[in-house]
């Protein structure tokens, strides 16, 4: 099995169509949200001082984040995106700990298992690569 979260979005049909959509700045799904890096609570405040805005006078603190990474993140208010990152990245694998510890079964013994089964142990094995995926985003570049 792959570890490319690309390649195992596209395999798996759940999100389609995978190429026209932005990743999730925190983990590499699909983006089906903006996330405020800032907060929004922080932003109105900081607003109603004359604060954050760039100097043309826009908001730039939007990034594009799937549903369950902007919903972890919360209104925390972090020193960077990298730890705001990191802090996701905690809450993912504490969530997922359970899938990241399925056993990786051998061909051998998915084929004496049941049909029923078997579909589970292999929807477990997929949510628990795309969850290690999504754990190592963004990938370093070599």
């Known amino acids: 099995m792959t570890d ?3 390649v195992l979005i596209r ?3 759940l999100w389609r169509p995978y190429e026209l959509l932005t990743p999730c700045t925190y983990c590499g799904l699909p983006a089906d949200t903006v996330d405020h890096v800032i907060p929004q609570s922080l932003r109105y405040m900081l607003q109603e001082h004359g ?3 760039d100097h043309y006078g826009r908001i730039t603190d939007k990034v594009p ?3 369950e990474c902007n919903s972890m993140a919360g209104s925390e208010v ?3 995106l990298t730890a705001k990152r990191r802090y996701v ?3 993912i694998a504490k969530k997922y700990a359970s899938v990241l510890r399925t056993a990786n079964w051998t061909a051998a013994e998915l084929d004496e298992m049941g049909p029923m089964m078997f579909g589970y142990v292999l929807a477990s094995q997929e949510l628990a690569a795309i969850t290690r995926a999504r754990l190592r ?4 570049r070599r």
């Open 4 to 6: 490319n979260i690309a």
């Open 11 to 13: 395999e798996s049909d």
């Open 51 to 53: 604060g954050w805005r």
């Open 65 to 67: 984040a799937c549903k």
């Open 78 to 80: 972090f020193p960077s």
């Open 89 to 91: 990245h905690a809450r």
């Open 137 to 140: 985003w963004p990938a370093k």
